[in-house]
Structures are given as structure tokens and as C-alpha cells.
């Protein structure tokens, strides 16, 4: 009997949305404020999955410039029919202020929701049609008569009112390209909250409502309705939660929610669903929330239910029995020869990424214009990858001469612009050109901190490596292929994580790692970096030894 091991989408992805066409099966994720928008994954046996494209690829369907940290690209929901794949998803403008103590700002929040389609998983996809800015987490039901309907839950700023006001349904239109009729509240959640992440399914009668509650941290449920009218009343799961890890924190998968439902071609049922590996004894989620899959059963009455009962995620479930469909791995060393940049990098909020950075301008190097600030929500270079695994090593080569101390480019183990630790190489008028290390916590007295400078000499290239074991961060560096000399300090790598905040702020991404080159004088110095290298491996007591 064949296993899946999960999370099967390891490192930041989210909000799983899951689909078959024949034998395939493609699995969509959120990715917030980094570009190109929405991951789309690709499996034949959900046993093993490989990133396979990224749909929002250019201005006309998605231009984030300052939207802020984990806002963008919420919880895409992508369906097949009638020959075309749906892809509906919100792009977040405003968070706004839940009623948390701390917590400042309005109520108020801003979000669109779109509908793109496109014939073929790898597009291109179609310029988006707007659908509404009622709520979040939209989703797309294709009925058994050809008609569909958009439910996404409902935002209520009002004072004294529950934010997360229920589940709306609406009709869609496919030839006015709009939503049609009245907008009804079908679901309004039971006593833990936070209602979202709706998805309907038709089965033998009944609509079957399937909702996220509780919050996306520890209190993290799914809950599931039915009703024989897709306009209700719906009546709740007898076991009111189908999975969660809610009160069981010995789970090794916490978090667990935002679930989808598949079938496979022989009539077996899969539930994806968000779920978190936090560092032990519940610490910080450095990895962001992943995706699991597990199988699932339809009781005699009718209900949906894990194969066991118990109603928690598990790290290793049952396959299908189809045939392995393994994919080659990445390299885990990428020389930047390609004319496109390898898909697991991504940048942030900018659908003009020729502005910050080339394949072309310096053959083999990838070449970051110098931009805004670490911190900024517009125009940053900074171009990374997932944190994937507790314990890695990366390292880069960067060849950049800075006139003055603003300019400054190297490597960093990037969260959001309000939690980071970044080596970079700048200059100043005491030291000349040097390497030092800016971190920033949000949750601390003094939010930003500086090591000294190191002084290094000019007119060459120098490696750059960062150690991370669980965490515990460690950065290196070398000059003209000599030993590796290690930076004293030991930098707390849980900064990087949805945990680490100033109250009320939104936390819903991962830890990533990349190169970033900023110039705040605003006269671009550009910085080149002739590869990139990131090894997944054991804990280590002593990587710098």
C-alpha cells in the first residue's frame, strides 16, 4: 500500500484549491503580495506534486504596488468546466483592524474579487472580471444544470456586529460576465467564528456547504453543512468539525483548515486543507501554513468524515492506486544561465519586474537595480524563495560596489518588510565597503537592530551563506574561494514567522530566502549575483564548524 507524506506543498502555500481533468490533478495556493500571482501545482497520483505555473503574470490581471504585507492574492479557487479552467481569487488592498486589543486602525477593509479563465492550466489566462469587493475567499460552484454561483463569506464593519457576518451566494452569469439576482447569507458559522473559506459540492441531493473557522492559527477548523436547496437552510455536520487539530497540540500538523475537496477517478474522496509545522512544543511557524492532503469517507448518513474517525491531520495517509508519477527534483544550485528566472524565485507586488531585475544585462548573473527601501510597499529588488524545510543552508556570490551608505545589497531571510535579517554589503565614509546585518522584530522595544560593520576589501565578488537550524540563524561570508568567516552573533530565525507581531497586524505568509539590493539615493546601483544555492538538510549543532 502506497503513502502520501504530508504536508504534500511544503514551505508557504495556503488555502489549497483542488481540481481533476481526467488524470491530473492541479492544486491552486494563495501568495499574497509576491509576483507573479497564485502557485498552481501539478500532480497524477497526489503523491508527488511539482510547482508547474503562476497565472497573474502581468499588470492588466494584477498590479499589488502598495498592498500591504500579507495582504494581495487571498485564497484562489480554481474549477474546470465547460472546456475552460475558473480561477476566482481576491486581491486584498486594505486589511483593516479585527476587534483585537492593541489593535489600530478602521474596520474598514478592501478587497476585489476577479474571475480569469483560460483553456490550458499554463495559460495565458484571460484579463480579469471583477465580481465583487463584498468579502473574501471567493469560490465558483458549477451546478448539474449549468448554472454557477459565487459564495465568499461577507465583511461587516459595523460596530457591534460580527466582522465575519456569514457566507453570501450569489449567481453568476457567464454571458453578462456578472453577478446576477439577489445576494443571500445561506451560512452564518457556528459559536467559534471567523467563518470563511467557503466551497459548495453537489452529492446524491444535498448541497454541501464546506467552511474554515476558528481563525487560521491554532483554533483552525473545517466545518461542513448540507441542504437539498443551494439556498438553504443548511444544516450543520453532527460532529460539527470534519478536521482539525483544534485540541490536540501533540498533532504534528497543527492549524489545520481551509479545506477542498476532490474525487478521484475511481470514486475516492480527498480532502486538501492548510495546515502548519510549527517549531516545537507549538513554537513560531518559520514555515508559514503548507498544504495536506488526506482521504476522506462518506458515511451512511450521509456525511463527510476521515477514514478513521478522529477528525485530525495526519503526517502519512493512504495513496490512491494509480501508478507513481515521481517529478525530477530542482537543482539545488541555480547559476542564473536561463533567459527566465527559475520558478520556485519570486519578487514582490511589482507586475513590471524589468524594472528591478535581468537575466540579460550581465550574461550568467542575475542583476538587481537598486530600488526603495527593505521596507517598502512599492519597488523593492528582492527576489527569493520558500523556506521549505527547519533546517537549511543557502549561499550566494555577489559582485557590487557601492558608493555610500545607501546603497546596500546582499543576502536576507526575508518574512515582510517588518521582519527580516538581511547581510548586506554597503559603504561608508569611516569603514569604506563593508558587511553587516540589519534585523528588525516587531514584537520587540526596539524594532530594528544593526551589527557592526565588517570591513571587507573592494574591486571583487564575496560569498555570502546563511545557516538556519530550526531557530538559530547563523550568516558567513568568503572572499576569493578562502574559509568561510562567520559572523558572531546567532540570529533568531522565529522572527520569521506569523507569530512574531505587533498586535492586530495580518501574518499570513512564510520565510523566505533570497538576494535584495536597495539603493535609497535613488540612482540605481545595481548589484550582480552569479548563483544561488539552497540545501535542505539535517539539524546541525555546529554548521559553522
Known sequence: MRTIRNPILRG????????RVAGDYFIATSTFEWYPGVQIHHSRDLVHWRLLTRPLTNASQLNMLGDPDSCGIWAPCLTYSDGLFHLVYTDVKRYGRLSQPGASGATFRDFHNYLVTSPRIEGPWSDPIHLNSSGFDPSLFHDEDGRRYLVNMLWDHRPGQNRFAGIALQEYSSGDRRLVGERRIIFKGTAIGFTEAPHLYRRNGFYYLLTAEGGTGWGHAVTMARSRSIHGPYELHPDVYVLSARDRPDAALQR???????????????????????????????????????????????????????????????????????????????????????????????????????????????????????GSLFRQALVARRQQAHCYGASTKIDFEPDHFQQMAGLICYYNSAKFHYLYVSHDEAVGRHLRVMSTAPDQVQTDSFTAPIAVPGGGPLELRAEVDEERLLFGYRLDEGAWQWLPQVFDASVLSDEATAPGQPNFTGAFVGMACHDMSGAARHADFDYFEYRERDYLSRPAG
Open 256 to 374: 489545520a483548515g481551509h479545506a477542498d475537496l476532490v474525487e478521484t477517478a475511481g470514486g475516492e474522496t480527498y480532502m486538501v486543507y492548510l495546515c502548519g509545522r510549527p517549531l516545537r512544543n507549538r513554537g513560531r511557524s518559520v514555515l508559514g501554513r503548507e498544504t495536506a492532503i488526506q482521504p476522506m469517507v462518506w458515511s451512511p448518513d450521509g456525511w463527510l468524515r476521515t477514514v478513521d474517525g478522529d477528525g485530525i491531520p495526519h503526517v502519512e495517509v493512504t495513496a490512491p492506486d494509480v501508478e507513481p508519477n515521481p517529478f525530477t527534483a530542482d537543482a539545488a544550485r541555480v547559476d542564473f544561465d536561463a533567459p527566465n528566472l527559475p520558478i520556485d524565485f519570486q519578487w514582490l507586488r511589482s507586475p513590471w519586474p524589468e524594472e528591478l531585475w535581468s537575466l540579460s544585462a550581465r550574461p550568467g548573473h542575475l542583476r538587481l537595480y537598486g530600488r526603495e527601501s527593505p
Open 12 to 19: 508557504f502555500n495556503p488555502d489549497p484549491s483542488i481540481v
